[in-house]
């Protein structure tokens, strides 16, 4: 069957793309109605600007700025060396003028739930904005030019990994490219970031997926949207037939509305019908895929030369009055877009950046928006069901049925359970991406996505242990080696001594040997001696 | 850490074991008033019976392993085994035999193992099991309420009653027959006048595939060939009828996505193949048609509503394909080879037995996974393109 | 109704078709034996990979091998502190044995702790450098010493020696849970802010 699906997807891919039944997936409730009410709204400047520059543990970053400057909009703050050779570097903006008042770790609306190291900017109002340097035509840019700018405007993937973009254009030099597939497929409840942005903005959309594609230099780009978001379809439909791009343009593909189809693998299944093996990235089959966000950012960095200071932000949840999307500044604080949309605090129960089935809740609420943030619920107490008394498994089989990577959760479930890692790891748990579709549906209300997050992360401590006491074993064998060789040399240079001088000289010799030897011991237990004591009398001296 | 990883997805579906137990209660309702329709008010009388004691054992096991009696409960899954367990036994069986049998499936066969999700078995079958090796007899009659009229009844060599004119079948839905099927469950209740044991021992129907065993013939066929109308209250069509309803059961639970199509069509279609395929009209050996095996019996109970039970069953899909296999051909065997007569509860309780291993070895192919050589097909020229 | 076919023919399908299933089933038993014998490891191996390598002697054995060798040997699996609980239950399992509690007469459980010299206070004896089983330990004769806090195992082995006892055992978490899984972080990078 599956063969002859491919045998379709080839003989027909050299001219129509078309949507193909995928694993799994389930059609959750959207919520998306209140926030699509609202036109893409941008915020006013806020007085203080908390600018995530990296996580404490993450890459290192190079300052470029000190505490008490006076930055210009677009001036860059800080670079963040994400590898040591210094290729993929992401430059940090000032999304306003400003001074720089501090720069410490502090909460940021992102899924890692660390501190990370922020920027404090306190605004002054004027918006002063460095000289920007646009590129009306970006068909007379190379390709390494485009990704230069592109990685110059600090553009990372807007749609939550943040995979730096230059580096997945310049990996794309690797191999041909044969589909880029922009996702606007943006399947997960309550966020309406991209769909608002394509609506609103399809044509600038449309440039920066052809900026994209000539950087990337694929021969088809492919727009994947679902089929519940029909203004923004209409709106492409518009915007691709205006286009005046001087490569092929791009095709829209509707796809099946369904959880979780804008997940990469899944999507790319579901445009091309190719099935990347795990383990393997997509470039090598040929594929490359871009949010709809990074393009409307590649947009900006090329045509109007403008960094990445702003993302598009769904605001949403019953605690809000207005839901309402937003073209925020980076570093903007959560809770002064709650008030902009009119948040009744006393209802708000919780908050949660993502949707609803992947998001992760943060826990204050001067949590600053980083490059990634697409989504933030201001949840009521009773917007979520709250967790039900967790039930037995009754291996109804309905996660299975659900999940688009083909596991079976129940199994993995019982194996999390044991702790059994060749079992979870035989059962594809690495493989699980956390969607959260299995919960979804789980009758008995069973903890499973954070059950294998917790699996997940103590077979990679285990397997970094492994990899750490493999490497201590090999540094005592070595050691093992080194005093055994020592010993040796030390064993021979004294049978060889005496094998040179004459037999009556030898005594002596080995009289005066022994001498020095005891001569530099003693003189050696002596200094030590002598060490020690100066050491206690400073701690003494210290004590007192 | 793990306090901020809790509640991942927050949105759910909001479906919850009550409503699939519910749901499956809804299935099982044609089927049982079929019988209702044909065996008249004894199947009534089990359902109250294995439903009291089934709520009665739950709630004590509960109470002795310090559970949420009231969570616990209302997830009727324990309703779902009494349902499955009284129409799987004979209408007309004293309550003892049916209170036996559901508080062994509730105490050993379900808490004993763990309770809800842990237990191996099905505990309905496991009950059903242990009265068929205990009491055959009681288990292999199904009483048909009916009034003698006139002498005593005859009775062929095997015990069974000639169907001579000598009886007239009461209507079982009438006053008569809810008194028989009383006296029946409840024989301490009877006076001493009335004899009970004449209609106990003597006026008992076998399931027309044990008669057809016993007999040699098929009662079915025997049926058809005289001419019976379908609807008429004889036992050789009331099992016809019965199957249908939980057919159509069944399918209402395949709409409703309760339980996936692998196993009812694996167990229905490898004993229809097996039954087409020996299946000899005129031969000495008696194998019965296909027809016989499919509708004569408990087949579409079995195939809809117990081998499907999820805990026991295998869980993967392939895994349902030959756990469905392995009852079907086990139901065959049984029936046509085996010494007993009813072959549901041996068959599914079988292929629990081999369903973990079936869940080890019959796994889907994991997303992305096993296809080295189709990457490496699909994956365009390598040459590098220069820009 | 349906097709009749005759006994001898059911027979033969049934009979053909249950002896290539035994078939393919003794194929694949026979791949799997086979698979096992190549990738299985001594049982040294499996029990010195349980072991945490940090070479500490606690155990009384030099060194981790030397222990798991004399595991196999038969001595007792429960003297292993730096492991934790989790080389016990592992070593336990593979064993075959009853877990057993940490035996008290070789230490107790303690987190991950890396030895840091205070190098103010270092006279430059070389008795740390002798003492460490990895060698990481950096310093000469007379010459402040320092330690490399990737290499060190935490085995304790430096602290005993040092006549001027400056040398602490920092108690830190351990790297693996220390680290996040950001595919850029790299273990011996150490992550700052350099201006």
Known sequence: MSALRQLASRFFSSDTVFARRTVGGIQPLPFKEDSLRSRIMSTPIPQQLTIPIGAADGPEITLLVDIGEQVSKYKKLAVINISAEGVSDVPVHAPTSGVITSIENSIVAD????????????????????????????????????????????????????????????????????????????????????????????????????????????????????DTKPDAIDALNQALQNETGLDQGCELVVIP??????????????????????????????????????????????????????????????????????????????????ELCGIETSNKQKSIVGGSLMGSEFGSDKAAICKTTNCIIAASANEFQAPQAEQACIRCGFCADVCPSKLLPQQLLAFSKTADTTQLLGHGLLDCIECGACDYVCPSQLPLVSTYKESKKRIENRRQDLELSDYWQQRFQFHQ???????????????????????????????????????????????????????????????? | ??????????????????????????????????????????????????????????????????????????????????????????????????????VFAIVIAKHLYGGLGKNPFNPAMCGYAMLLLAFPLEMTGWHI??????????????GIPALTAERELLSPLSWGGFKQALLLAFPFAASGAIDISEFVDGLAMATPLIEFKMAGKSALLAARESGVSLFARESETAWEIINISYLLGGLFLLYKRIISWHIPLAIISTVFVLAALFYAPGHVAIYGTPYLHLFGSATMIGAFFIATDPVS???????????GIIIGVSIYSIRVWGSYLDSIAFAVLFGNFCAPILDQYCRPRIFGHGLRSKTDRARPNEAPVKS | MLPVISHWLTQFVIGSSLLLFIAFALLKINRYLLQQLTTQKSLVNRINRALPQTQCGQCGHPGCLPYARSISLGEASNKCPPGGQETILELAELLNEPVRG???????????????????ECIGCTKCIQACPVDAILGGPKLMHTVIASECTGCDLCVEPCPVDCIDMINQLAPSISQTTTPYFDRLSSPGVSS
């Open chain 2, 313 to 323: 069953a295998a869980t993967t899909r392939p895994g349902k394909l030959v756990y």
């Open chain 2, 145 to 158: 309420p009916f009034e003698v009229i006139n002498g005593p009844l005859t009775v062929d060599n095997l």
């Open chain 1, 257 to 338: 509305s369904k959880y979780p189809s804008g997940s990469e693998r899944q999507l790319i299944q579901c445009v091309t019908g190719i099935e990347i093996a795990t383990g393997h990235h997509p470039t090598e089959n040929g594929i490359v895929m871009h949010n709809v966000g990074t393009a409307y950012a590649a947009y900006e960095a090329i045509v109007e030369g403008k960094p990445c200071i702003s993302r598009f932000t769904t605001l949403c949840g019953q605690a809000l009055k207005t839901p309402k999307n937003f073209e925020v500044l980076i570093g903007t604080t959560a809770d002064f877009l709650f």
């Open chain 3, 102 to 120: 940490l035996d008290p007469a070789h230490g107790q459980f303690r987190d991950f702790s890396v030895a840091v010299i205070r190098e103010d």
């Open chain 1, 111 to 226: 899924h890692s739930q660390q501190q990370q190291l922020c920027i404090n900017l306190a605004a002054d109002g004027h918006d002063e904005a460095l000289q920007l340097e646009p590129q009306s035509n970006y068909s007379l840019l190379s390709r390494t030019d485009i990704v230069f700018l592109i990685r110059d405007a600090g553009v990372i993937g807007m749609g939550g990994a943040g995979f730096p973009t230059a580096d997945k254009l310049s990996k794309c030099a690797e191999s041909a490219i044969e589909f880029l597939i922009i996702n606007a497929a943006e399947c997960e409840p309550y966020i309406t970031a991209d769909e608002t942005l394509l609506r609103e903005r399809a044509n600038k959309v449309v440039l920066g997926a052809q900026i994209l594609k000539r950087a990337s230099a694929a021969r088809r780009c492919i727009i994947a949207i679902e």
């Open chain 2, 1 to 102: 850490m793990s306090d901020l990883m809790a509640g991942a997805p927050f949105q759910h579906s909001g479906r919850n074991i009550a409503q699939l137990m519910q749901t499956l209660l809804y299935a099982l309702l044609p089927g049982i008033f079929a019988s209702l329709w044909f065996f008249g008010f004894g199947i009534l009388i089990n359902i109250a019976i294995a439903i009291t004691f089934a709520v009665l054992a739950e709630a004590a096991m509960l109470r002795l392993r310090n559970r949420v009696s009231r969570t616990h409960l209302s997830d009727r899954s324990a309703l779902v085994t009494a349902l499955l367990f009284a129409i799987a036994i004979p209408p007309g069986s004293p309550w003892w035999l049916v209170a036996l049998g559901i």
């Open chain 1, 481 to 544: 080696y080194r005093v055994k060789k020592e010993k040796d040399q030390a064993v021979s240079r004294k049978a060889v001594v005496p094998a040179k001088p004459t037999l009556a000289a030898e005594p002596a010799v080995k009289e005066q040997n022994d001498e020095a030897d005891f001569i530099s011991k003693e003189q050696a237990s002596l200094d030590i001696a002598a060490a020690v004591a100066r050491v206690k009398a400073r701690r003494d001296e210290k004590n007192k």
